[in-house]
């Protein structure tokens, strides 16, 4: 579960990707473009946290908000399997670590030379 655009979202991880086929518009996120995770407002006092996706290109990302923090380890595990890399610290923009209390600036992020 997350929020994607403006409603309430079913993410589900596949072999491939990442979908939301519960209602339109549909999402399909390939998992080998991706290149950068990392994980926004994470803190044991909020029910929520944040993701963003950025894409081997550097140029493409993908947001994913209010994911139940219940919901953070399996999260966690998922992006393991994928093989997905985190920045620690982020040196990109100055966010703390790939576990950040508060939202990156993934602009900064899609526009760093790779």
Known sequence: MGLRSRGESFFMPTKDCLVDLSEPPFF???TNELEIAYFERVS?????????FVCKDYETWVRIDAIPSKKLENVKTWIDSINVRTHSPCFICSCPSPSGP?????????????
């Open 102 to 114: 508060s939202s990156c600036d993934a602009s900064s992020i899609a526009s760093f030379p790779v």
């Open 44 to 52: 044991h006092n909020l029910k929520y946290f944040d993701m963003v």
């Open 28 to 30: 399909m996120l390939d």
